[in-house]
């Protein structure tokens, strides 16, 4: 039996579901294939996601790509696929042979091939695809997908002749019908007599499964929500209160526990705005409560009712960030709007679209275009240290509905602006709920992330019980877990000399070397930096790694390309992710590698350091700091001794 990737999941729970057709060739896939094989199901790669990729450590690579077609709903006409559909035959853009033929090229070429390997002729040896239509016969599918003699003009080695990659197309090997079970046999049969083996081999194969490894946020979201007892609190809000204040150490739950709360008002029919301070976070709270969603649906037993519970529960939710939020409210003529989406406004910019907003919501409620203004029965706040009293009083007096219900979850020592006052001053607050245990952070990081928040609690002023200073739950004090690697270089070399790109080519060989065996994937790894010239620098070291996708906010020319970057940057996304230490609060990783410059705060710093993700059962959290800040220096200390 093969190894599946990811693990512990059936294929009847994937989201988005498996076709029948899909979880037919799966199920047929695993249970004939030895376990010398790994079948990837659905991996990500780049923006291509095909059905399966399965991988031998001796004789090679197939991607596969399964239509689930109904034989007499498609034709060949002219050379195009048609689909039968409302009693008349329409047009596709299909062209199922060179998808696949397109998801192998992806692999190959931007995983597998060395620099030295040009040859087309290896590609075609160590890297397969097949198209498998398990609803119509052999022939019939590969008459319909044949587009008279395919053609692929890029490759043509020989004049007069077709080109290995045309001739590979138009083989009747490369497509399986109804009786896949039989043809795969024997494709696979001839497999196993190959044997590829040497350096290039070895290291594009090690390189392909880091990238086919489904990454901790994708195979987190397939299991259960597990809540800690602070969190269901937050989230069930037992004495329904109308306002909550919430402060919590890093990976204490606050953020899930919001989520929760949103995803079981909006099941009930309430409408709830998700606000956050950052771009990224709103993209991290919309996951957070689509999983929780799911969540809450499990116990529907009929998966058409749950899907649809989940959609109207979607669509009474609004997860943004403020300024968004804010945007939607005032709607800006043109010039305004330049000046916030390209410069960089400043406070009483900002300010000033609060008093506008309030002025309409007070007014009558209706917007620039006649439509009436939104409200909700319940407004959640995460980041809320970085609110402002005005905002808030925006939000509670004009945006919540009366009797509705608001929460605002803080962490005093990640607030990388004016410390937040404010709140311990409104009237409508009465105690706080406090969540002290983190879940994130590994065992052996706890004491050195303590001895940084000492320090910032000199330096940054207010009452030391703002402060929130994680603490183990029982529950992760015994069992085994690996100790930590951390790494922390003192440095007075600027960012952008060749040391940085050694550095980073030797964090990336160090994380790689046993990424197969920990389940480290790409984008459990990511770059921070404090500055957009800082981070540019990183993005340009990591990546002259030949195959490497990412994912970066990474722009120092343009504000708007930030912005746009920063709506992009999705938990789902696959690559390395490089991200400013502000950008990424919220969010966690189990590699976190930090560029610290002379621009960096000790609030940045204890920010970086929380975002570290530790995992029981051997394998090992991984903290990589390049400290240019002398200021700093002494923290190496503080961080890597851990007794």
């Known amino acids: 039996m093969a190894v599946v990737s990811p693990s512990g999941v059936k294929l009847t729970e994937f989201v988005p579901p498996l076709n029948e057709g899909e979880q037919r060739v799966g199920e047929w896939l695993i249970a004939q294939l030895d376990d010398e094989w790994t079948v990837y199901v659905q991996p990500r790669l780049h923006m291509a996601q095909p059905d399966f990729v399965c991988v031998h450590p001796r004789s090679g690579v197939v991607v596969i790509e399964v239509k689930d077609w109904a034989d007499g709903l498609y034709r060949n006409e002219k050379n195009q696929i048609e689909v039968h559909s409302g009693g008349s035959w329409s047009t596709t853009e299909a062209n199922p042979r060179k998808q696949a033929r397109d998801y192998r090229d992806l692999v190959w070429n931007d995983f597998m091939r060395s620099t030295e390997q040009d040859s087309w002729k290896a590609k075609a040896d160590q890297a397969k695809y097949l198209l498998i239509f398990p609803r119509m016969s ?47 046999r ?41 809540l800690s007892r602070e969190a269901r609190n937050i989230a069930s809000n037992p004495n329904n209160a109308r306002v909550r204040r919430i402060r919590g150490a890093p990976g204490s739950g606050k953020s899930l526990g919001l989520a929760s709360r949103a995803a079981r008002l909006t099941l009930d029919g309430k409408s709830v705005l998700l606000l956050s301070y950052n771009i990224t976070m709103a993209n991290y709270l919309a996951d957070l409560t689509s999983w929780a969603r799911r969540h809450e649906t499990a116990g529907i037993t009929d998966e058409r009712e749950a899907q649809v519970a989940r959609s109207h529960a979607k669509s009474r939710v609004t997860a943004v960030h403020f300024h968004g939020f804010l945007r939607g409210v005032v709607a800006p003529p043109p010039r305004e709007w330049h000046k916030a989406e390209i410069d960089e406004p400043n406070d009483s910019f900002w300010e000033s679209w609060v008093q506008r907003a309030i002025e309409r919501y007070g007014q009558n409620g209706v917007g620039p275009y006649g439509e009436s203004l939104p409200r ?35 962490d005093r020592a ?39 928040l000492a320090e910032l609690k000199k330096q940054g002023g207010g009452e030391n019980s703002e402060y929130i200073e994680p603490e183990l739950p ?44 920990t389940k480290l994937s790409a984008p459990d790894i990511v770059f921070l930096a404090d500055t957009h010239e800082d981070g540019e620098q990183l993005v340009q070291a990591a990546i002259s790694d030949t195959g490497t996708q990412f994912q970066s906010i990474f722009d120092s020319k343009s504000r708007q390309r930030q912005q746009e970057r920063k709506r992009s940057f999705w938990p789902g996304a696959g690559g390395y992710r490089f991200c400013t230490v502000h950008s990424f609060k919220g969010w966690e990783s189990r590699v976190v590698v930090y560029l610290v410059s002379e621009r960096s705060t000790i609030e940045q710093l ?13 394998i090992p959290a991984r903290l990589f700091v390049r400290n240019n800040k002398f200021e700093f220096n002494h923290f190496r200390d503080l961080v890597v001794t851990r007794d």
Request: hydrophobic fraction near 40%.
């Open 138 to 184: 052999q022939m019939k599918a590969f008459r319909l997908t044949a587009m008279e003699v395919v053609q692929d003009d890029n490759d043509v080695y020989e004049t007069g002749q077709l080109s290995i990659a045309t001739a590979e197309l138009n083989n009747l090997q490369l497509v399986h019908g109804l009786d896949f079970p039989r043809t795969l």
């Open 186 to 226: 024997a494709f696979f049969k001839k497999m196993a007599a190959k044997t590829f083996s040497g350096n290039d081999w070895e290291f594009g194969l090690s390189k392909l499964q880091f990238h086919l490894n489904e990454h901790e946020d994708v195979r987190e979201r397939r299991g259960p929500l597990r």
């Open 376 to 410: 909700y029965d319940a407004i959640l706040i995460d980041e809320g240290q970085d609110f402002k009293e005005s905002w808030w009083r925006l939000l509670y007096d004009h945006v919540l509905n009366e009797k509705g219900e608001t929460a605002i979850v803080c």
């Open 414 to 452: 990640q607030s990388l602006y004016d410390a937040p006052e404010w709140i311990n001053q409104q009237s409508e607050f009465r105690g706080w709920t406090e969540l002290k245990e983190s879940f994130r952070l590994p065992k052996d990081v706890l004491r050195p992330v303590s001895r940084v």
């Open 474 to 517: 029982e529950e992760r004090q015994g069992g085994l877990w690996s100790p930590s690697q951390v790494e922390w270089i003192n440095t007075s070399d600027t960012p952008n000399l060749p040391g940085l790109k050694d550095w980073v080519v030797d964090v990336l060989e160090k994380v790689r070397a046993d990424a197969v065996a």
């Open 606 to 618: 204890y920010v970086a350091l929380t975002r570290l993700r530790g995992e029981p059962e051997g």
